[in-house]
């Protein structure tokens, strides 16, 4: 089945960027997707980008694709305390189901 | 900005209990979908719904749950005798396109003692 593997943990200090790793088992993934969970709070979407691009800019996010690796990744520039939370990688095949990967724990520190 | 309501915020259950968690999807939506997440594990897919039936779900999934939207705007999710292990954090989503990312609730803490 689909497999979504993240690091667990990344610690970073304010102003510097941050770089959040992530790979994928599923070939035919078509839709990539970073959700960001806050303490108590349920899972926000951030950005997403679609299989056929290799990278997607947002103000402060950037994400990269490599296809072939199976490997995407979200850099956050100009990290600041409130960017501390869970992040989670996600990928949605053919169907509905989307599958997220176990989640990374940014720190920012002060 | 439109949200995906859940209620209740936490619910405590006894073991074999049958329990009801509500959402209330966004309004233009066409997808609804509930995810669980245990402590410290992953978020995992239970079910999707789409044009009043389930359109996919997952091993987990069984008999024990059932989904319905018995009205324009609610979305439930029914555990009949629950368990420990189902001990959770249930979220709720929707998305207007098949393909379109999730809007998700804030979770359902639900807690079976």
């Known amino acids: 089945g689909e497999d979504v593997e993240q690091s667990l943990f990344l610690s970073v200090r304010e102003g510097d960027s941050s770089v959040i790793n992530c790979t994928y088992t599923?070939?035919?993934?078509?839709?990539l997707y970073w959700y960001k969970q806050e303490p108590g709070a349920g899972l926000q979407l951030l950005t997403y980008?679609?299989?056929?691009?290799d990278m997607k800019q947002d103000q402060r996010l950037t994400v990269l694709l490599n296809k072939k690796d199976k490997h995407l990744s979200l850099r956050i520039a100009d990290t600041q305390t409130g960017d501390s939370a869970i992040y989670f990688c996600?990928?949605?095949?053919?169907?509905?189901?989307?599958?997220f990967g176990t989640g990374t724990k940014l720190q920012v520190i002060p | 900005e439109p949200e995906v309501t859940q209620t209740p915020s936490h619910q405590v259950t006894q073991m074999g209990q049958e329990v009801i968690l509500r959402c209330v999807p966004i309004s233009n939506h066409l997808y609804f979908y509930w995810y669980r997440q245990i402590l410290g594990q992953k978020v995992e897919f239970l079910v999707s719904f789409y044009n009043n039936e389930i359109s996919e779900k997952s091993e987990i999934f069984d008999d024990q749950f059932s989904v319905e939207r018995p009205d324009g705007s609610n979305f439930t999710l029914k555990i009949r005798s629950t368990k420990l292990e189902d001990s959770a954090m249930y979220f709720c989503?929707?998305?207007?396109?098949?393909?379109?990312?999730?809007?998700f609730g804030s979770g359902t803490r639900l807690t079976v003692v």
């Open positions: 996600a990928e949605r095949g053919g169907y509905q189901k989307v599958t």
């Open positions: 599923d070939s035919s993934s078509t839709y």
């Open positions: 989503a929707s998305s207007e396109g098949r393909k379109d990312g999730y809007t």
């Open positions: 980008i679609f299989s056929n691009m």
